[in-house]
């Protein structure tokens, strides 16, 4: 493993099989996104949904692609690491569900106490009382992001990384990355990014701050779960989920993201460790 060179080296020493994968995912992604935002100006039409769906689903894509490329051995081995669920034990099943809504709960305390107020929590009555609606949503996010992206990002792209790299820049460079890979969709209307950067160029700051600290926790989640895909599909779920049912604004979402921060900077501490 090359863990004696400085950042830069490693970043421009990057592995040919991730190069590859970043290449075409975000000549994929970002081309697909471009002209969704240039032609339809956002996701209200149906062509630039479509678009929207089809550059969100580059990086599963691309994974699934060049894993199969791989061989028959590795093919084999990755799919035991999406579907086996023989590395994810029950304490490490708390952890990828219970994480986010602890600190969301953290930060609702925090937020009433320094006297801004309880984020709203309307979507999750709504969905509360009509549980066909809430069976959707499951459904609806599972599938955005968790199955469109994790197979790409945590599944293949990390698994090069960490071979060469090691956990812990693989880690932190495949979290920069992710964030990196989001930002068009803060110039497509519709997308809930383009809704936070309308609202205040701190929310876009907040925003990043909470990609960039999913990151590091993904990282942990992979180490402690055999590497485990699944894990990470999981995670995402549920980061997904949890964050969907709350309205964040203004100074509670500046809370989250801060709580969110200082607990991956925590989880980067273990991490190193390893």
Same mark, same amino acid.
Request: glycine content about 8%; hydrophobic content about 50%; overall charge positive.
């Given at each position: 493993?090359?863990?004696?060179?400085?950042?830069?080296?490693?970043?421009?020493?990057?592995?040919?099989?991730?190069?590859?994968?970043?290449?075409?995912?975000?000549?994929?992604?970002?081309?697909?996104?471009?002209?969704?935002?240039?032609?339809?100006?956002?996701?209200?039409?149906?062509?630039?949904?479509?678009?929207?769906?089809?550059?969100?689903?580059?990086?599963?894509?691309?994974?699934?692609?060049?894993?199969?490329?791989?061989?028959?051995?590795?093919?084999?081995?990755?799919?035991?690491?999406?579907?086996?669920?023989?590395?994810?034990?029950?304490?490490?099943?708390?952890?990828?569900?219970?994480?986010?809504?602890?600190?969301?709960?953290?930060?609702?305390?925090?937020?009433?106490?320094?006297?801004?107020?309880?984020?709203?929590?309307?979507?999750?009555?709504?969905?509360?009382?009509?549980?066909?609606?809430?069976?959707?949503?499951?459904?609806?996010?599972?599938?955005?992001?968790?199955?469109?992206?994790?197979?790409?990002?945590?599944?293949?792209?990390?698994?090069?990384?960490?071979? =060469? &790299? #090691?956990?812990? $820049?693989?880690?932190? *460079?495949?979290?920069?990355?992710?964030? !990196?890979?989001?930002?068009? +969709? %803060?110039?497509?209307?519709?997308?809930?990014?383009?809704?936070?950067?309308?609202?205040?160029?701190?929310?876009?700051?907040?925003?990043?701050?909470?990609?960039? =600290? &999913? #990151?590091?926790? $993904?990282?942990?989640? *992979?180490?402690?779960?055999?590497?485990? !895909?699944?894990?990470?599909? +999981? %995670?995402?779920?549920?980061?997904?989920?949890?964050?969907?049912?709350?309205?964040?604004?203004?100074?509670?979402?500046?809370?989250?993201?801060?709580?969110?921060?200082?607990?991956?900077?925590?989880?980067?501490?273990?991490?190193?460790?390893?």
């Amino acid at each position: 493993m090359n863990h004696g060179k400085s950042f830069m080296d490693k970043l421009l020493s990057l592995p040919v099989d991730v190069k590859r994968f970043l290449f075409y995912t975000f000549a994929w992604s970002w081309i697909t996104w471009f002209l969704a935002i240039t032609l339809y100006s956002g996701i209200q039409s149906t062509p630039g949904s479509i678009l929207y769906v089809l550059g969100a689903i580059a990086p599963s894509s691309v994974g699934l692609i060049q894993a199969k490329k791989k061989g028959t051995q590795y093919w084999r081995d990755f799919k035991k690491r999406v579907l086996s669920i023989d590395g994810i034990t029950s304490g490490n099943l708390i952890f990828i569900f219970g994480f986010v809504p602890t600190l969301l709960i953290v930060s609702y305390l925090f937020s009433y106490l320094s006297g801004t107020g309880l984020p709203e929590l309307n979507i999750l009555w709504r969905y509360l009382s009509q549980p066909f609606n809430l069976g959707l949503f499951v459904l609806l996010t599972f599938i955005g992001g968790p199955l469109m992206e994790e197979f790409g990002w945590r599944g293949y792209c990390m698994d090069q990384l960490r071979k =060469s &790299y #090691g956990l812990f $820049f693989s880690t932190l *460079l495949l979290a920069l990355i992710w964030a !990196v890979w989001h930002l068009p +969709l %803060f110039l497509l209307e519709g997308t809930i990014q383009s809704m936070l950067i309308g609202i205040s160029l701190v929310s876009f700051f907040w925003y990043n701050i909470e990609v960039l =600290s &999913y #990151g590091i926790v $993904f990282g942990y989640i *992979l180490s402690r779960n055999e590497y485990s !895909v699944l894990s990470a599909i +999981l %995670f995402h779920f549920s980061i997904n989920f949890f964050t969907g049912l709350t309205q964040f604004s203004g100074s509670s979402r500046g809370i989250y993201a801060f709580s969110l921060m200082v607990s991956s900077l925590l989880v980067a501490r273990l991490i190193r460790k390893q």
